[in-house]
């Protein structure tokens, strides 16, 4: 069965507000590849640290390549009858795009060549300094844009499902992935079969401080 691409998307706090992790997909529905596009586009303007864009999307959607997944997702059903899994992938080695990212700055008249420089300088030196560093800039990085592109597909009328239940050991060694990154999440993506189950969520006031506690 072939989608229709959606004309009109949802209201962001609409969007929000619906959004909710789904884990039973019609198996037979085949996503437009506009929507896809339009999907990674809109997480691929997620906000990333010194603008590095730390994140890679890995799309699944062979269906041997599905199956090959599945044992992997410990036989989550979701992967196979989803339209497409996404693996995020955060980037460990973002500082090697720093020269690219200012290079483009500069010749765009956005900064001068000394002020790239010395950014790049700064970057390097703090991917240098902490071993840790690079990895926890990768995670937090590659997991904003994995929200965004959550919130993407519900607006143009999808349904997605982040998964971290997945041997990470076997998905690095069966996709070929680079030691340059590392896999921070699975998303399942395409059209719910039955709704997804609502959630409780805490009141607002056991969330929120102000100012300190």
């Known amino acids: 069965?072939?989608?229709?691409?959606?004309?009109?998307?949802?209201?962001?706090?609409?969007?929000?507000?619906?959004?909710?992790?789904?884990?039973?997909?019609?198996?037979?529905?085949?996503?437009?590849?506009?929507?896809?596009?339009?999907?990674?586009?809109?997480?691929?303007?997620a906000p990333s640290s010194w603008n590095l864009q730390h994140w890679r999307f890995l799309v699944i959607e062979d269906a041997k390549k599905k199956e090959e997944l599945l044992p992997?997702?410990?036989?989550?059903?979701q992967v196979v009858e989803s339209c497409v899994t996404i693996a995020v992938?955060?980037?460990?080695e973002a500082?090697?795009?720093?020269?690219?990212?200012?290079?483009?700055?500069?010749e765009k008249g956005f900064m001068t060549e000394q002020i790239k420089d010395t950014l790049v300088s700064q970057i390097n030196r703090a991917y240098e300094k902490d071993p840790a560093y690079p990895r926890e800039?990768?995670?937090?990085?590659?997991?904003?844009?994995?929200?965004?592109?959550?919130?993407a597909a519900k607006a143009k009328g999808y349904d997605t499902c982040p998964m971290g239940g997945f041997n990470e050991e076997a998905f690095i060694k069966a996709f070929n992935i680079p030691d340059r990154f590392t896999p921070v999440m699975l998303i399942t993506l395409g059209k719910a079969?039955?709704?997804?189950?609502?959630?409780?969520?805490?009141?607002l006031e056991e969330l929120t401080i102000k100012n300190s506690f």
């Open 1 to 45: 069965m072939h989608g229709t691409s959606h004309q009109e998307d949802l209201g962001l706090f609409q969007t929000i507000e619906e959004r909710h992790s789904v884990r039973k997909y019609e198996a037979d529905y085949k996503m437009p590849e506009e929507d896809l596009t339009g999907i990674l586009e809109a997480a691929a303007l």
């Open 95 to 106: 500082n090697k795009e720093a020269e690219n990212v200012y290079g483009e700055a500069v």
């Open 193 to 203: 079969a039955i709704p997804a189950h609502r959630s409780s969520r805490k009141p």
């Open 72 to 77: 992997i997702a410990y036989n989550q059903k």
């Open 137 to 151: 800039l990768a995670l937090t990085n590659a997991s904003l844009a994995a929200m965004q592109l959550m919130l």
């Open 89 to 92: 992938l955060g980037d460990v």
